[in-house]
């Protein structure tokens, strides 16, 4: 069993930064990959970025790629998206989430969930 805590969300002008951060209880959390997702209001839950459990490879949506940086640190059952030059159109509820399959981009193969960090970008 894994339990997910975001934090670091809050109100960022347009071109600002945040950082993300999801802390895992379980001492299988370096297990598992570990995924970000978004939502915006009255869409879909999206993909943002995967880091593999080592760290070693991480995966990115192409909205994100070049702003967002996924990292973890296993020692401190923590990962963290690094989130720059951000845009009003990143405005979402962001979750963090954990899964043993291959198909980073699928939530449906995610195990565990987050209760989510707001993250608003004014114009």
């Known amino acids: 069993q894994v339990q997910l805590v975001e934090s670091g969300g809050g109100l960022v002008q347009a071109g600002g930064s945040l950082r993300l951060s999801c802390a895992a209880s379980?001492?299988?959390?370096?297990?598992?990959?570990m995924g970000w997702f978004r939502q915006a209001p009255g869409k879909e839950r999206h993909f943002i970025a995967a880091i593999t459990w080592r760290g070693r490879d991480t995966y990115y949506a192409a909205s994100v790629k070049g702003r967002f940086t996924i990292s973890r640190d296993n020692a401190e059952n923590t990962v963290y998206l690094q989130m720059n030059s951000l845009k009003p159109e990143d405005t979402a509820v962001y979750y963090c989430?954990?899964?043993?399959?291959?198909?980073?981009?699928?939530?449906?193969?995610?195990?565990?969930w987050g209760q989510g960090t707001q993250v608003t970008v004014s114009s």
């Open positions: 989430a954990a899964t043993r399959a291959a198909d980073w981009a699928d939530r449906n193969r995610y195990d565990y």
């Open positions: 379980g001492r299988t959390f370096s297990r598992y990959a």
